[in-house]
Structures are given as structure tokens and as C-alpha cells.
């Protein structure tokens, strides 16, 4: 059984930074793709960040490139999203997912693609 936990939410004004963590426990050696999504009041869940296991590849959205930074400490089994610059649109139901992917290729910001998912942690950015 897998088990995602997520931590570092929080309310920060515009211009703040937070770094999310996500702490993944039981059988984890197969979840090669591992990432952050988000989902606001409203809209659908959206993929932020993405990032393989070995050679350390990542995807991010182009609304937050330049501003997160996704990292990965495979040791620790700990998954981590810098925020930097946060805007009042990044306010946000932040989740940890993870997918059994064996390729650099397979990694995707698609949301329907991950199966294993966290409880989400709450980011509100204030203008």
C-alpha cells in the first residue's frame, strides 16, 4: 500500500515563498513519476509540477516556470515543492501524486495518469 502525506501549506502574501513536502511510505520502489497538482475553488485540477525518479527530469506548467522548483530526495522517499514569487492565482488545494513509470518519457503532467494520490495541503496567497 502506498501512502502520500503532504505538508507546508499555509497563508502567505503575494511575493512569499513556501516549500511543500511530501512524504511517501510502503511500496514506493516502482513510482519512478512523482509531482504536485493543484485545484482551485471551482476549476479542475491542474498539474504544476512533475518530476523522474533517476535522472532527475521535471515538467512544470508554464504558469509557475521560473518561480517553483520540484526536488526529489530519493533517500528520505520525500518529494518537495519550492514556491517563490506566489501570486494570489496560486491559491490552491496543493496534492502530491505518484505513478509506477520505468521511462523519463512517461512522465506527464496529466492528472488522469497518476494513481496514487495525497489527502492535498492548502496554499492561500493573498494579495
Known amino acids: 500500500q502506498v501512502r502520500l502525506v503532504e505538508s507546508g501549506g499555509g497563508s502567505v502574501q503575494a511575493g512569499g515563498s513556501l516549500r511543500l513536502s511530501c512524504a511517501a511510505s510502503g511500496y514506493t520502489n516502482a513510482l519512478n513519476c512523482m509531482g504536485w497538482f493543484r485545484q482551485a475553488p471551482g476549476k479542475e485540477r491542474e498539474g504544476v509540477a512533475v518530476?523522474?525518479?533517476?535522472?532527475?527530469?521535471?515538467l512544470y506548467a508554464d504558469s509557475v516556470k521560473g518561480r517553483f522548483t520540484i526536488s526529489r530526495d530519493n533517500a528520505k522517499n520525500t518529494l518537495y515543492l519550492q514556491m517563490n514569487s506566489l501570486k494570489p492565482e496560486d491559491t490552491a488545494l496543493y496534492y502530491c501524486a505518484a505513478k509506477i513509470c520505468w521511462q523519463p518519457t512517461a512522465l506527464t503532467l496529466s492528472s488522469n495518469e497518476y494513481h496514487y494520490w495525497g489527502q492535498g495541503t492548502q496554499v492561500t496567497v493573498s494579495s
Open positions: 518530476i523522474y525518479r533517476y535522472n532527475g527530469r521535471t
